[in-house]
Each structure stands twice: as structure tokens, then as C-alpha cells.
């Protein structure tokens, strides 16, 4: 695990030297442990390690024999002792142990099908002077971020955005629309980010750079194909596929641990992992009362037998990490859990250098209970348009709050209107309240919708539980889930792995019909079935719970003060109306109203631009350290 910077200067001026390096080392939590640096003219390759994997020998920029073909790259591939053997099989030498090099040796073999042949979390770029070709990837779900922009000198490639503004010459100015949709989705769809002219290279994609000009193209794409077999088929292959993805990703040269909450994703990892080794669990909590699952945490690790270690988090703690937490995310993700990853990170990178997490299992094998609403809503299928029409004419005149009225209004809306991912903080018709006016003149409103439009178009053919794990695959889990797991890891310098984020395990869970899904009253059913006697009954059984975070009571009591100076003092008054966003504040610190996750949208929106943008707030010692 590590971070890189790659530089393409299309005017075919050297790279300098001194840009480049303050570039790299401003992410040098992602590899505290080596540096490299090189310039080849117009390329400029920078890197830092974590070392993981052949300790002594895996440093980069790595380089063949010629010199010719040059690589960085931030990941972990598990079949790359298979591709070894098998590269050595068609005669390719190698001279180290590393995965590194076998990425290397797969480009000389295959050249841009290299992709198709690596299972693993990755993101790289690779020099080939011999070709004149500047070629790079993102992993298929989008485990390791991977950012470039294009400006008139050329083009920058890096593991992080504030590798990207380090240069000077790069403007921080806010995407609007990127603005327009985190309100909704409480952070921004790739591949945009809140940077004009920053973007993601999305997951399962791959780019080359060839006389100047930038192509990219996919080199996977997600499909689902439900079978028609009995629930014990599904059972016996989840088992199977988890055993495998378990084993192949402890490969590594260093010690591991597993993150242990009180569900069954965390809890089955931990599980299979301490089957094959004796395994180190980590567990977060909150002190304050119904907002921790410690204690459920701390049962499975008795039950399992592991050496557990766990960490309280107050109302004080959290507040003071949170700059730290922004400046390490880049762009601002509204996900109040982010702080407990932060925490529960810093924990067990004081015990190993590797964490497997749970990460991906609701999105692959239909865990959200909102995967459930359409179970609960299909009456409605069953109802005359005219019907529908009237009943939502009866619920558009009930007042807010009254029951009966969202699951009125949820029943009448499609699913293409009403689901946008996991996470819809702001309606379209909220946001006209919240944005400044003259913003909305200047820049034309896109509603949350045109993101995931095509999504719908793709999974056309699918059912409504599978188009919303379409739709989370391709949204939730890429933008928010993942980027928060892997940038509050490396703010640790700790490898996180993500077993069910795997192909194989995608492609048994993308067989399972969505009555082995979300049966019984639950979700997750066959992953649940396959845990049977490796878990606890009452974590085997357990409805998801989510990850609490008390925002709610902070915002009401510790916190009050440092939102309302916060809201005053930060420079968006260009974006938000703030007498609006104040209004919300004070509604929710008496209790007439719930606002806490459309304020932490806000208020982590106005942090990000005193520290981005503004450049008013010093994010932590880590970052001044780094710079």
C-alpha cells in the first residue's frame, strides 16, 4: 500500500525535481517507509512506500533491465504468485519477490491486457518510452483511488488530490455541480470531484496518454445473473468463495488484524481469518449511552478467541480530529462513521500493518434494509395508475410527519426517482432553500437524478432489489464507502483489505436470486445461512444496525457552539444561503426538528473550503509534518 504522483508534461519540458517531490511528500502517510523519485525529460514519477510485500526489494519507481518501462504503483495484487509462475513459464525473469514486478512483467507479456489477468485492489501508471505510451488503471470496484487533471502544461496523475493542488499552477476553484449532488448524495460521484477539472478515473477503467492525447476506456464492467438453484447451492459457494478470498488476501510480509463490529460482515472475516491464524481484532465505540456496539463486539471476540483491543471515542476527541479527517479525504464525504474508521485505524496501526474490513458485503450480497422497500411497496405495482395518482394527491396534503405519509409517497414515486443510492440527505426541492440564489442563476441546476439515469438504463433488465445494488455498486459503495476506508487508513499508514470486494466473491453473490437475499424478514439471507456455525446464533441472525454516531445529541449540546461560529465564519456565502443553514441549527438544538444529517453535510462542506480552498484552517500536525 502506497501513494505515487506521475507527471506527463505535454509541451516536452523536463519535470522538475522540486515540484515533484513536494508533490510525493505531501502524502507520505500513505508510505512512510521509502521514497523514490525519478525524471525521464517530460515523465516525472514520484513515490512512497508501505512495505508489505518483499521488504527489501519492492521500491519504486520500479524500472526494467532497458530502462525503458517505468512503473509506480499503490496496492496489493493476490494472484500475483499464480502470474509469477506462470510469466516464468513463458520465460520472463524475475529479480525480485514483489507483486510490483509482476505487474511489470505482465505489461512486457500481454501490454494493455494486463488489466484482465490481476485480482487485487490497485491503481497504476506505467512509462513505456519505447511506445511513447503513459498507461495506468484502477482496480474493478474502485478500492484505490486513482485522480488526474489535465491543464495547458499537461497532465498529473496521483493516489491523492492534494498531490494535485501541491502545484501552484492548479486552481482550487468548487465544481458547482459536484456542489449541486453532494447535498444530496453526501459526497461527490465520480468522476467528478469538488475540484473543477480534478476527476476520478472510475472504477474498472484504464487510460493512455499517447502523442498528448488522453484515452480512456473500460476494462470491466459489473453484471449480475441470477441463478435459478436451491438456497444450499448459494450457501455452500459463499462459504467457498469467502474461504478463498480470505486466504489469498493475507498474503503479506508483515502482521494482520481484522476491524470486529457488532455485524456479521466484520464479525465473518474475523471469523475465517482466525481460523487460519491467530488473528487481532479492533473495535470502535462512542461514550454515549445506545451509540456503541462494543459489547456486542467484545462477545464475538470472546466467542472467536481473538486478542481484542477496542477504543472509546467522546463529543471532545471527535471534534478535534475532524480537520485532520477532512484534509486526509481531499474532497468533503458527509459520512459521520468516517471518524470512527479514523479512530479504529489509529488503534490497530499500533498493533499491525494490515486490517481486513467488512466493506462491500451489503452492496454484493443485498444487505441495506432499504432493500427491502420494495417488498413492502408492491401493492402499489398492483394498482391502476389512477389509483396512484389519487393517493398521492391524498399524501402531497398530509402534513410532514404524519404516518402513513412517506409510505404513501414512496409507493407512488419510481424507484428511479425515490432511490439514488444509499444516501439522499437533500431533495431536489430542499436544495432551492439552501443554495444562494445567484449561484442558481449563474450555473443551471442538474438534478440528483442524472447521475444514476444511465445506471437505471443498464440495469433495465434486472428487478428492483438488484437495481439498487446496481445503482449502490456504481455510487455508494465507490464514493463513499471505500474512499473513507481507504484514505482513514492510510492516515495511519495501515493497509486496509477488503475481502468481499473481490471478483470471485462478485461472482457468486451476482448468482444469488433476490429471494435468497431478502427472505425471512432480513437481508443478507444466504450470507447469513453460510455463517451458520462459524458464528454466534445472535450474530448470525442480527438486522443490520448500521454504525451509530451521536451527531444527533452533539449538535445539540457540545457541538452547538463550534457549527454556529463555523457557519458564520466560513467564506460560502458564494454557495449556501447561511441564514437558512443557522435556522436549521437552532430548529434542531430545540428539538423541533432531526436536521443532523443535512447539517453535517453543511458544516463538513464549510470545513473542507476553510481548509481547500481558503486555506484558513491548519488540518493537523500530520499535515503540517507532511508538507
Known sequence: MCGFVTIYDKRGQQVSSDLLETMTRIIAHRGPDDEGLHVDGHIGMGFRRLSIID???????????????SLTFNGEIYNFLELRAWLQEKGRIFRTSSDTEVIMRLYEEVGQE?????????????????????????DHFGIKPLYWTETDKGFIFASEIKSIVADPSIKRDVDITSFYH???????????????????????????????????????TIAFHPQDRPLSHFVEETLAVLEDSVSTHRISDVPRGAFLSGGIDSSALAALLHRMEGTKTFSVGFEMPGYSELDLARKTADFLGTEHYEIKVNAVEYLAALPAIVWHQDEPVADPSAVGLYFVSKLASEHVKVVFSGEGADEFFGGYNIYREPHGLRHFNKMPGWLRLILRAFADRLPEGMRGKSYIER??????????????????????????????????????SSVTAHLYEEAGMYDDVTKMQYVDIHTWLRGDILAKADKMSMAHSL???????????FEVAAS???????????????????????????????????????????????????????????????????????????EHRIGKRDNSRKLWVLLIFMLWHQIYVEAKVEASPMARASV
Open 495 to 505: 493497509e486496509l483489505r477488503v475481502p468481499f470486494v473481490d471478483t470471485k466473491v
Open 55 to 69: 521488504l527489501k526489494q519492492g521500491a519504486q519507481p520500479f524500472h526494467n533491465e532497458e530502462g525503458d518501462i
Open 411 to 448: 409507493g407512488t414515486t419510481s424507484l428511479e426517482k425515490r432511490f439514488y443510492g444509499n444516501a439522499k440527505i437533500f431533495t431536489d426541492e430542499a436544495k432551492q432553500q439552501i443554495i444562494h440564489d445567484q449561484l442558481l442563476q449563474e450555473t443551471p441546476y442538474e438534478e440528483a
Open 114 to 138: 494486463c488489466t484482465q489477468y490481476l485480482r487485487g485492489m490497485f491503481a497504476f501508471t506505467i512509462y513505456d518510452r519505447r511506445n511513447g505510451i503513459l498507461f495506468g488503471a484502477r
Open 512 to 586: 444469488i436470486p433476490t429471494r435468497h437475499k431478502t427472505a425471512a424478514r432480513t437481508t443478507k439471507y444466504a450470507l447469513r445461512q453460510a455463517m451458520k456455525g462459524i458464528l454466534p446464533q445472535d450474530v448470525q441472525g442480527r438486522k443490520k444496525l448500521g454504525f451509530p454516531v451521536p451527531t444527533r445529541v452533539w449538535l445539540r449540546s457540545e457541538w452547538y457552539g463550534w457549527a454556529k461560529e463555523l457557519i458564520a465564519n466560513a467564506q460560502v456565502d458564494r454557495y449556501i444561503n447561511k441564514s437558512a443553514v443557522q435556522a436549521m441549527l437552532d
Open 182 to 220: 453532494y447535498l444530496t448524495y453526501q459526497y461527490v460521484p465520480e468522476p467528478a470531484t469538488m475540484f473543477q477539472n480534478i476527476y476520478k478515473l472510475r472504477a474498472g477503467e484504464q487510460f493512455t496518454v499517447k502523442n498528448d492525447v488522453l484515452t480512456i476506456t473500460p476494462y470491466y
